[in-house]
């Protein structure tokens, strides 16, 4: 979707193209970066189309699939890139390494098996494309001397069927975030599945990359919403049973979440829904320090009243998000509900938080009633009134994408790694992720600045995220920050932490997701890709490496 009639997306950062920052917006931003770092930045890149060269496309579509295949230059751009920071500066300064030769959009699953046929054919490559967000080099074309096309699934965008009775829904794989929740509206529910890039991002691409949504505690992953899938593969179709819950071997849904477009299409998804909520309550709790804070979410976590929103915001990350003044780092706490009043919940909730010293002192707000949302208004962890430190951080979390873009282009490095571990790990790991990700950005750019937030939170552990800004100066900023994750990566699997909770492992994160998993799956996932893709055209160099 590159317009919806008013506003256009952009070619190359995030979002709508008029949401990016104007030049009075930037020219704030470079004020601060002179304040906070000490330099001048570089002056805004202007974003360039005519500065990307795009090649003759290599390949030559059957007329039977011509209807559905555009070769247009900008599409193709669109479609050669995610949305990380290496994606956002590659793209502004016209090198990007390779450009998807077609973009293909079929209209059912047939269309879709018809072009995975001639992709094994035709000796072509093909890359899943959902709404390109991928922040790990998951859509980008691979260093692969085969043409590739970029299959788009935005046209396979419906709710096809809703079962109220067992409160499941089929939804198509193509489907953006708005529009499965605009068609769930009128029946009552809700998918109640919101990643930070919900606005942009599919169904099929969330099941790929196991996407983690924005509530922090029991069903954090969209593996838990997942009933049957179904996929294409260029062995066949695969449709699994719609199960409350199986023992019957290996789940055939486990093997194809994660699966990042390396073993199969997927078409559509039966996914549990849920009743829209009516009560929410929400409250914003001050801490003298992350670490007590840390050990109240677990507190929280290990409690069994499982908070829909449990995030914790250091000092830095609270004063940027408006949430607090920097003094302090910050819960985000929130709770709700379709069925009942949760001002007991929530009480019990604020004695945990007070035995660590936690402060709330504007006290919980509890609301009631549904709330219409227009298909522009995100209602990502819509769990309380419009004002406080709450709401200021809900509304900061949706705009950061847009103040990232900004950044990039005044030549600043600006991004996040995020893992996972048990709690018994989890003080240890931060502190020297922190350092590591500190020491090496100080050390290549003269200063930098690392904040901390935990997203989600599990009985057993939780999931720190980090993110570093630091100015590039005359270095290349992607190179610079390759350096930085690097040492993080190497941090993160020597501690046995995860390379991603939820980001997903893609091209970037493969070095270091090939010594977290044990050696014999690896050989089985490969043989399973072997099996499912003879011809290796589905997305080579994800999850399983090429040679
Ligand atoms: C600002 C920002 C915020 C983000 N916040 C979150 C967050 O809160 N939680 C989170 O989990 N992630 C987040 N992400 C990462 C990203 O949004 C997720 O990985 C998301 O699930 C990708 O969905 P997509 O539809 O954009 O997929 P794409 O980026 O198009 O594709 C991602 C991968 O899935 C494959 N794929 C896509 N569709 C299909 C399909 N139908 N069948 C088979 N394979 C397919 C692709 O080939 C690729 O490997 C964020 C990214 C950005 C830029």
New binding site residues.
């Given amino acids: 979707m590159t317009t919806d009639g008013s506003r256009q997306r952009s070619w190359w950062g ?1 979002g709508w193209e008029e949401q990016q920052l104007d030049a009075a917006a930037l020219g704030g931003l470079g004020s601060m970066v002179v304040e906070r770092f000490g330099v001048t930045p570089r002056d805004p890149v202007r974003p360039d189309l005519a500065g990307v060269d795009v090649p003759e496309p290599r390949l030559e579509v059957p007329d039977a699939l011509a209807a559905l295949v555009t070769a247009d230059g900008e599409d193709r751009v669109r479609h050669s890139r ?3 920071f290496r994606d956002v500066a590659r793209t502004l300064s016209g090198t990007l390494p390779r450009i998807v030769d077609a973009v293909v959009r079929p209209a059912d699953a047939d269309d879709v098996e018809r072009l995975l046929d001639w992709c094994g054919d035709a000796g072509v490559v093909c ?10 080099g ?2 980008n074309p691979p260093a692969d001397p085969r043409p590739v096309v970029s ?1 788009d ?1 935005e046209r ?1 965008d419906a709710v096809t069927d809703v079962d109220p009775v067992s409160l499941a829904a089929r939804i198509e ?2 489907a ?1 975030g708005p529009t499965i929740e605009d068609q769930l509206r009128p029946h009552g529910l809700t998918l109640r599945h ?5 606005e ?15 509530y922090a505690t029991l069903a954090t ?2 593996d838990d919403l997942t009933e049957s899938i179904e ?1 294409v593969t260029p062995s066949g179709r695969w449709t699994s049973n719609r199960l409350p819950g199986s023992g019957a071997g290996p789940s055939p849904d486990r093997m ?1 979440l994660g ?9 559509a998804a039966w996914m549990r829904v849920q009743r829209r909520p009516v009560f929410r309550s929400q409250a914003t709790v001050a801490f003298g320090s992350f670490s007590r804070g840390l050990g109240a979410v677990r507190e929280l976590a290990q409690s069994g009243l499982y908070p829909a929103n449990c995030r914790l915001l250091d000092p830095h990350e609270a004063m940027l998000s408006g949430a607090a003044a920097g003094d302090a780092s910050v819960l985000v706490l929130g709770f709700e509900s379709a069925d009942h009043p949760l001002e007991p919940a929530m009480a019990r909730a604020l004695e945990l938080t007070a035995d660590h010293g936690g402060r709330c002192p504007d006290g919980p707000k509890h609301r009631t009633g549904d709330r219409p949302s227009a298909r522009s208004a995100s209602p990502l962890l819509d769990t309380g009134t419009s004002e406080g430190g709450s709401a200021a951080w809900r509304r900061t979390f949706l705009s ?2 847009y103040l ?1 873009d900004g950044l990039v282009r005044l030549g600043m490095v600006v991004e996040t790694f995020e893992t996972a571990t048990t709690w018994d790990r989890v003080d240890e790991l931060i502190a020297t992720l922190r350092e590591t990700a500190s020491a090496t950005a100080t050390r290549l750019a003269g200063s930098a600045v690392v904040s901390t937030r935990i ?1 989600h939170a599990y009985p057993d552990g939780a999931a720190p995220y980090l993110t570093v800004i630091a100015p590039a100066g005359e270095r290349d900023p992607v190179a610079l920050w390759d350096e930085v994750k690097a040492a993080v990566s190497d941090e993160i699997v020597t501690a046995g932490a995860t390379i991603t ?4 492992v ?1 091209r970037d994160h493969l070095p270091w997701y090939l010594r977290q998993r044990p050696d014999p799956f690896g050989a089985a996932l490969a043989a399973a890709k072997r099996e499912l893709d003879p011809a290796g055209v ?2 080579p160099g ?1 999850l399983v490496p090429t040679t």
Wanted: no cysteine; glycine share 20%.
């Fill in positions: 995030w995610g949305n990380a890359i899943p494309f959902g709404g390109g967000t991928s922040v790990v998951g859509v299959l699934l396979l794989g193509g953006l919101f990643p930070q890039s919900w942009f991002s599919t169904l099929g691409g969330w099941l790929a990359t196991r996407a983690g949504g924005h992953h969209i996929a194809l699966s990042e477009g390396a073993l199969g299409v997927v078409t950061a994408p990232r997203t909770h939820h980001h997903a893609g589905l997305n994800v």
